[in-house]
C-alpha cells in the first residue's frame, strides 16, 4: 500500500510539473490541480498509514498500542478546502484572460514585460 | 507570558471586513468604516507592541489546548514589530485609497478584501504552528489574487495568470516540506520542531526538507532565480494595492524564512552558503533590473527584489549584529517601499503616465511636493541620515566580522546601482523641463484639496516614520538588537511556548 501511494504520488507530482511547463493555459490549471493533489496524499502517506485502528486511544489502555494518527485527516481536509478556493479562483481568472488576452498561448501572454507607453 | 491580547490583531480586521461586507452597496460609507478598522488595527497593535518589546515572547494557547498539541500564537519582538509597522502601513494606504481607489473598483468589494489581507498579514506574523502558518498564507494569497485582478484590465489579467500560478505552486511546495517534516517529526509546533530537529538523526532528510522550505517561501519573497513573476505582476494593479503588495507581501515570505531558518534549519554551512549566494545574486540582479527599466512603477518593482537580498544576506551572516541589521532593513523597507509606490501612484495622478522619459518639470511645476518625494525615493537608497543607511551599516560591519566578501561587494554595488535607479528618475523627471513637453495631465488637476490631502497625507505620514527610523536611529536600534538576541537563541523562544505547559515525557 505505501508503494503504492508512493508511486502514485510520485507520478501525480511528475504530471503535475509536466503540465504546467506546458504553454496552454488550461493544461497550466490541470497541473497545479494534480500538484495540490499530490500533496495532499503525500500528507495523507506521511501520517503511517494504519488500517483498522481507531484514532482514539481508550481509556486505561497504553499509547504502546498502534493507532491511527487522526491529524493528516484533519490537515488534509484543510488543504482540499483551501485547494478547491484557490482552483475555483483560478479557473475564472484562465477564462477571464482566455476572453480578454484571447489567446490560450502563455508566450503569447506579455504586455506586462513590454514597456508601457 | 500567556495573554489573549494576541488575537485582536487578527479579529479586528475580520470584524471590520464583516462589517464592511453588510455596506457592498455604499462604497462610500465603507471608506470610512474601513478607515476606523484601520485606525482600531493600530491601537490594538500598539500595546502588543510595547509589551513585546519588554523582552518577554507573549503566547496564547487558542482553546485552551496545551502547546505541542494546540495550535498557539506566539509574539516576539519580532513579530510585535512587524505587527505594529503592518498597522501603520494599513493605515496609510487605507487612507490614500479613499481618494485613489475609482468607485467602481470599491463597489466589486476593494475594502473588505484589504481588510482580509492584513487579518492573512496579522495571522502569519502571529503564527506559532507551521501549519497555521500555511493556513494564513493561503488567506494572504487568496485576498491578494481577487485584489490584483481587480479591475479586470488586460495587464493587469496576464499580471495575475503569472501571480497566481507561481503562488500556487510556492504553496504546494510549502506544504510538501510540512507534510515531509511531519512524517520526520510527527509534530507541527515551531517551538517542538525547534527540539525535536536539533534531536533527529535523519539530517539529510531534513537539510532536503530545508530545501524545500527554502524554494517555497523564496518564490513567495522573490529570491535570485524565483523572482521573475513579481516585476511582471507588481506594477498592473492600481497603486494603493500595489504599495500593500510590495511593502508587505514578499516581506511575509521574508519573516517566513527568517522565522523557520533560525528556528529549525540553521548551522547548515550548505544553506548558509546557499544562502549567502542568493542574497548577493538577489541584491546585484535586482538592481540590474532598475537601471534598464523606463516604467516608474516597473523600476520599483525591481527594487523591491534588489531589497529583498538585504534581508537573506542578514539572515545568511546569521551573526547578532547581521540579524539585527536585517530586522532593521526590514522595517525600514516595509514603510519605505510603500512610500515609493505611494509616490509612483501620485506622479501617476499628476502627469497621467509613469515612463520618465515622458514625465517632466514635476521640480518647476510642484516644488515641495516634489521635495517630499525625493525624500521619500533617497530614503530607500540609504542616503545618510535616512532609514536605510544604518541597517546597511550593520550588515556590512557583520559580513566584515564574517569575512564574507562577496556580500560586502553585494551591498555596496547593490546600494551603487539603486542610487542610480533614483538618480535618474530625479534628473529625467523632476529636473528637466523641455520645451516640446507633451502636455499631459492625469485626475490631480481636477481634485478638490481634501482629495489632494488624502494623497499627499500617507505619504507624509509614511514619511515621518521613515525620518523617525532615520534619525531615531539609537532606540531602533536597541530594539534591532532584541530581535536579534531572541532569534539567535531559540531556546528562549521554546521555553516561552512549551515551557509553561510543558507535559511529561511519553515514553515510545
Redesign the interface.
Known amino acids: 500500500m505505501e508503494l503504492l501511494l508512493a508511486i502514485s504520488i510520485g507520478l501525480l507530482y511528475a504530471a503535475g510539473i509536466f503540465m504546467?511547463l506546458r504553454r496552454s493555459?488550461v493544461r497550466?490549471i490541470l497541473g497545479?490541480i494534480l500538484?495540490?493533489n499530490?500533496?495532499n496524499l503525500?500528507?495523507f502517506?506521511?501520517?503511517?498509514i494504519e488500517k483498522g485502528k481507531p484514532p482514539v486511544i481508550p481509556e486505561g489502555s497504553t499509547?504502546?498500542e498502534a493507532y491511527a494518527d487522526p491529524?493528516?485527516q484533519a490537515?488534509i481536509l484543510?488543504?482540499i478546502v483551501?485547494s478547491f478556493?484557490?482552483q475555483a479562483?483560478?479557473i475564472i481568472?484562465?477564462k477571464?484572460?482566455y476572453r480578454?488576452?484571447k489567446t490560450d498561448d502563455?508566450d503569447e501572454?506579455?504586455?506586462?514585460?513590454e514597456?508601457?507607453? | 507570558m500567556n495573554t489573549n491580547l494576541l488575537i485582536l490583531p487578527i479579529i479586528m480586521p475580520l470584524i471590520t471586513a464583516i462589517v464592511l461586507l453588510f455596506f457592498w452597496f455604499r462604497p462610500n460609507r465603507q471608506k470610512y468604516i474601513s478607515l476606523v478598522g484601520h485606525i482600531l488595527s493600530v491601537l490594538v497593535a500598539i500595546p502588543i507592541f510595547l509589551e513585546a518589546m519588554k523582552g518577554t515572547i507573549l503566547t496564547m494557547a487558542v482553546g485552551n489546548w496545551a502547546a505541542p498539541f494546540g495550535i498557539v500564537y506566539v509574539c516576539d519582538a519580532f513579530s510585535g514589530a512587524l505587527v505594529l509597522l503592518t498597522s501603520l502601513v494599513g493605515l496609510a494606504v487605507g487612507i490614500y485609497s479613499n481618494a485613489a481607489i475609482q468607485s467602481k473598483r470599491a463597489s466589486y468589494g476593494y475594502f473588505p478584501l484589504v481588510h482580509f489581507l492584513l487579518m492573512g498579514l496579522y495571522g502569519s506574523f502571529l503564527a506559532g504552528d507551521i501549519?497555521n502558518l500555511y493556513?494564513w498564507f493561503?488567506v494572504i494569497?487568496?485576498a491578494s489574487?481577487?485584489l490584483i485582478?481587480l479591475g479586470?484590465e488586460?495587464?493587469q489579467?496576464?499580471?495575475?495568470?503569472?501571480y497566481?500560478?507561481m503562488n500556487?505552486?510556492a504553496?504546494?511546495i510549502f506544504?510538501?516540506g510540512?507534510?515531509?517534516l511531519?512524517?520526520i517529526l510527527g509534530t507541527?509546533n515551531l517551538a517542538d520542531l525547534s527540539l525535536k530537529v536539533s534531536e533527529s538523526p535523519h539530517r539529510a532528510l531534513i537539510n532536503a526538507t530545508a530545501i524545500l522550505f527554502l524554494v517555497g517561501f523564496g518564490i513567495k519573497s522573490a529570491i535570485f532565480p524565483l523572482y521573475f513573476w513579481l516585476p511582471?505582476?507588481y506594477?498592473?494593479p492600481p497603486t494603493p494595492i500595489s504599495a500593500i503588495f510590495g511593502g508587505l507581501l514578499t516581506k511575509v515570505g521574508v519573516y517566513a524564512l527568517i522565522r523557520i531558518f533560525s528556528l529549525l534549519f540553521i548551522g547548515d554551512p550548505f544553506i548558509r552558503d546557499l544562502l549567502s549566494w542568493i542574497a548577493v545574486l538577489t541584491m546585484i540582479s535586482g538592481a540590474f533590473g532598475a537601471i534598464v527599466?523606463?516604467?516608474l512603477r516597473?523600476i520599483f518593482s525591481y527594487l523591491i527584489v534588489s531589497h529583498i537580498g538585504f534581508m537573506i544576506a542578514g539572515l545568511a551572516l546569521f551573526s547578532p549584529i547581521a540579524i539585527a541589521g536585517a530586522a532593521y532593513y526590514m522595517m525600514h523597507d516595509i514603510i519605505a517601499k510603500t512610500n515609493l509606490f505611494l509616490v509612483g501612484g501620485t506622479i501617476y495622478k499628476i502627469k497621467g503616465q509613469?515612463?520618465i522619459d515622458r514625465v517632466k518639470g514635476l521640480f518647476s511645476q510642484y516644488p515641495y511636493l516634489s521635495i517630499v518625494f525625493a525624500l521619500a525615493m533617497f530614503s530607500v537608497v540609504g542616503t545618510p541620515p535616512l532609514s536605510g543607511f544604518w541597517p546597511k551599516i550593520m550588515l556590512l560591519k557583520g559580513s566584515f566580522a564574517m569575512d564574507n566578501m562577496w556580500i560586502i561587494v553585494g551591498i555596496l554595488l547593490a546600494t551603487f546601482l539603486t542610487l542610480w535607479a533614483m538618480v535618474r528618475i530625479w534628473s529625467k523627471s523632476f529636473w528637466s523641463t523641455e520645451a516640446n513637453e507633451e502636455k499631459t495631465t492625469g485626475r490631480y488637476q481636477e481634485m478638490t484639496t481634501s482629495q489632494r490631502r488624502l494623497l499627499i497625507g500617507p505619504i507624509l505620514f509614511l514619511l515621518a516614520i521613515s525620518l523617525f527610523l532615520g534619525f531615531g536611529a539609537g532606540y531602533v536600534s536597541q530594539m534591532c538588537s532584541l530581535i536579534a538576541d531572541q532569534l539567535m537563541d531559540s531556546d528562549t523562544y521554546v521555553n516561552a511556548v512549551l515551557g509553561i505547559t510543558n507535559l511529561p515525557e511519553?515514553q515510545?
Open positions: 504546467i493555459l497550466l497545479l500538484l495540490g499530490g500533496a503525500l500528507i502517506l506521511l501520517g503511517r499509547i504502546l491529524l493528516p490537515l484543510t488543504a483551501i478556493g484557490l479562483f483560478a481568472l484562465v477571464r484572460a480578454v488576452v502563455i501572454m506579455n504586455t506586462t514585460e514597456e508601457l507607453v | 501549519f493556513v493561503e494569497i487568496i489574487f481577487v485582478t479586470g488586460k495587464a489579467l496576464e499580471g495575475a495568470v503569472k497566481v500560478t500556487l505552486l504553496s504546494v506544504l510538501t510540512i507534510a515531509v511531519y512524517g507541527l511582471d505582476s506594477h498592473t527599466s523606463y516604467n516597473k509613469l515612463h511519553i515510545n
